[in-house]
């Protein structure tokens, strides 16, 4: 499994809110409930400014014909009442404004009460009442009786509505009454009030929206998230919380049910993985005892008194010989390398000096390298390096890697060992000038018993390499490659230069 600290997860990554379902689902509601506000707002000025403010529409036309009633029994009382006298004194003190207009196109109105400039007796209404003479005087009610039956003009719930004040059976006057409200003066007396209603609404909405629905939500989903991402570093006990019996409860229903069949599977490939390893470590363990027992009965054979006389005798000696020891070296690697996975190889932390160390891998593999003709060049630095591991652990991995470079190097090849320190790092490298290796085998050039070039199946355990890495991921450090067909390869080593503890 991949190391924690390597993973990579979604929580490194910026989170754009433009793209959280939270925050679009968020402001939808919001912007959706400011333009309910705002249509609410106008269908309320639109409806008190068509609607007399919600009053009956016939208020107008009652009120307009009880001040026309007024009048005339005031004129039936007092036939030589001044009307433009008696106007100006009760018209402030009626409950509703409400405007006289006289023949002449005078009129008397409340202060504040505008007036039409174009304000006159309407024509139909003066057609209707001559109409009225010449067919006869209709019958007039009674003085306090009821007018219903008074015609008014105009549409109480568009514009303005008069009555007729008539006289002796003359039209003396009209009473003419403006709508209560209107569009625009609705906007103008309760526009700002709904305006600041509908923002304190807007605003505790939004506020009372986020306690009880929105931040629910959003610490659940956080809670789910979180487990996610606990789960993906490597904590197999991360569970969300279920509660509730939403879309929320249910994704975390299926996120635990997932998580704990991983981690079961989990626990089975690590039981598996340990057993393997042990038996992989019994085993190498149980072969070293025979293969000692071989090697030791062929090199017998080797001496001159056991030797076969026949050279096809003797040839089988001595291959006997070498594939024993090829054997051995096998076993050996693996039951190292299943010691170093399993944890069961102890370091002991020195101070190492690198440039020794080298000198020694030089000298291990000087008369391999003299005899196939390929140099083996330390590269000089002018820092004295040093770095904290064991020595000879170090040393078997660096000789690993000269051992496969001098297996893949052609006569007349070059192979450089190298070191540099920065920054609290001390890098190693092997580098050589072979064939190079193709770069889909790079990738598992470290795995066991993998070998890129098969014509060379013949050499090496193929567990060098992994047992490099194993070394190398013991000291902390880490360990790459690189190369290319025809200009050779870099293996490159980073080890920490100072170390107290090993993992």
Not at 3 to 26: D, K, M, V
Not at 137 to 156: C, D, I, K, L, Y
Not at 204 to 213: E, M, N, P, S
Request: aromatic share 6%; net charge neutral.
């Amino acid at each position: 499994m991949s190391s924690p600290s390597t993973r990579p997860t979604n929580s490194l990554r910026p989170r754009i809110r433009a793209r959280s379902l939270y925050w679009r689902i968020g402001f939808g509601f919001i912007l959706f409930l400011a333009i309910t506000l705002v249509l609410q707002v106008a269908l309320f000025i639109w409806v008190a400014g068509a609607t007399e403010g919600g009053m009956p529409e016939r208020m107008g036309r009652d009120f307009a014909e009880l001040v026309a009633s007024e009048f005339e029994a005031a004129l039936a009382r007092e036939p030589d009442l001044a009307l433009r006298s008696y106007a100006e004194r009760r018209i402030n003190e009626l409950h509703r404004p409400a405007v006289i207009v006289f023949p002449d196109g005078s009129a008397v109105a409340p202060p504040g009460t505008p007036i039409p400039r174009n304000l006159r007796f309407p024509g139909p209404f003066r057609r209707r009442m001559a109409g009225d003479g010449r067919r006869g005087a209709r019958a007039r009610p009674p003085v306090g009786a009821p007018t219903r039956a008074r015609t008014p003009f105009g549409n109480p719930r568009r514009g303005p509505v008069m009555a007729p004040i008539e006289h002796n059976d003359q039209l003396v006057g009209i009473v003419w009454v403006p709508p209560l409200t209107g569009l625009q003066r609705v906007a103008e007396e309760i526009g700002t009030p709904l305006a600041i209603g509908a923002l304190l609404l807007l605003v505790g909405g939004t506020v009372v929206a986020t306690l009880v629905i929105f931040r629910p939500a959003q610490a659940r989903l956080s809670a789910v998230e979180e487990a996610a991402r606990r789960f993906g570093e490597g904590d197999l006990a991360a569970r969300a919380p279920e509660m509730g019996g939403d879309e929320v409860a249910a994704v975390a229903t299926a996120f635990n049910r997932m998580a704990a069949d991983l981690a079961a599977r989990q626990a089975q490939l690590v039981e598996a993985d340990r057993a393997r390893r042990q038996l992989l470590a019994d085993v190498s363990h149980e072969l070293m005892t025979p293969l000692t027992a071989i090697r030791g009965y062929a090199e017998t054979l080797g001496l001159p008194q056991f030797l076969p006389p026949s050279k096809e005798g003797q040839r089988a000696v001595k291959v006997i010989h070498e594939e024993g020891e090829r054997i051995e070296r096998l076993v050996k690697d693996l039951l190292d390398l299943a010691r170093f996975e399993a944890g069961g190889i102890s370091l002991s932390l020195e101070n190492v000096d690198v440039d020794e160390m080298f000198e020694r891998v030089v000298e291990r593999h000087a008369q391999a390298a003299q005899d196939k003709g390929v140099a083996i060049v330390i590269e000089p630095d002018d820092e004295d390096i040093r770095l904290v591991g064991d020595p000879h652990r170090l040393e078997q991995a660096v000789q690993n890697l000269a051992s496969n470079a001098l297996r893949h190097t052609p006569p007349g090849g070059t192979i450089r060992l190298g070191a540099s320190g920065d920054n609290g790092k001390v890098k190693l490298t092997v580098a050589d000038t072979g064939a190079g290796i193709p770069p889909q085998h790079l990738p598992h050039v470290f795995d066991r018993f993998y070998k890129a070039d098969q014509s060379r199946s013949h050499t090496g355990s193929g567990l060098g390499l992994s047992i490099v890495k194993a070394i190398i991921d013991r000291h902390g450090g880490t360990v790459s490659v690189q190369s290319r067909p025809g200009e050779g390869t870099v293996f490159e080593i980073v080890l920490p230069a100072h170390r107290t503890t090993v993992p």
